[in-house]
């Protein structure tokens, strides 16, 4: 079974500096997609950025870069230059490439405030 | 272009009565899921679809759920009976793809936030 841990509940950071939001996987699938959403106080999810397991290259998306750690079995998010507006709640996710491969298995999030 | 589109945003019940929440998702997806998130069992997928046809439904709590996709472009999830432990946020989700492709993102709804007093 698919697993993700988001070891971090809470996090608190001053506006500019970078942060890094922790994610770590378990899968025995050999390929499979990890994924962050975004979930702002007004309730939406908004995916912010992907990595596939054999992309050789993290993912950049803007302010938001993926370290992917394939032996560590890791996923971080880090959040270039917070601004006020990052203040949310961050979900990890992945999805294997089995039957079923379509289920995405969510972490129970990182709420992440930023301090002005 | 239009995300995925769910109604009512918020809906207040009694115990007991019937509720049904819609879901429109973006035109041309394949794929659409139904997720439930609460506070002590985080983000849950109950059901999903493909091409209308349901694939895996194992995440229904139970026979009071139920779930159907008559066309391409609208799904409906319904409780009934509903009760108090149903109270949650019900987003919608639809994404492109063939099964396996792991890179297909799944797009969010903005949720239907259901309390059942």
């Known amino acids: 079974a698919q697993k993700i841990t988001q070891t971090q509940p809470g996090m608190f950071v001053q506006e500019k500096e970078a942060v890094t939001l922790d994610c770590t996987y378990d899968t025995s699938d050999q390929s499979y997609g990890l994924f962050w959403y975004k979930q702002p106080s007004s309730g939406e999810m908004i995916f912010l950025i992907y990595q596939g397991s054999y992309d050789e290259q993290n993912a950049t998306e803007g302010r938001y870069s993926l370290n992917f750690q394939k032996a560590r079995k890791s996923a971080n998010l880090v959040i270039s230059a917070s601004q006020l507006g990052d203040s949310a709640m961050y979900f990890c996710a992945m999805r294997g490439s089995i039957q079923g491969a379509q289920k995405l298995v969510f972490g129970q999030g990182t709420r992440l405030t930023i301090n002005p | 272009d239009a995300g995925v589109i769910q109604s009512p945003r918020h809906e207040v019940t009694e115990m007991g009565q019937e509720v049904t929440l819609r879901c429109k998702p973006i035109?041309?997806?394949?794929?659409l899921f139904w997720y439930r998130q609460t506070m002590m069992r985080g983000l849950e997928l109950l059901i999903y679809f493909n091409n209308n046809v349901p694939i895996d439904d194992s995440g229904m709590p139970e026979d009071r759920f139920s779930a159907k996709m008559p066309n391409a472009s609208f799904s409906t999830l319904k409780i009934q009976p509903s009760e108090p432990r149903d109270s949650a946020v019900y987003f919608c989700?639809?994404?492109?793809?063939?099964?396996?492709?792991?890179?297909?993102?799944?797009?969010f709804g903005p949720g239907t936030r259901l309390l059942v007093l």
């Open positions: 989700a639809s994404s492109l793809g063939e099964q396996g492709i792991v890179e297909e993102t799944q797009y």
């Open positions: 035109s041309g997806h394949d794929y």
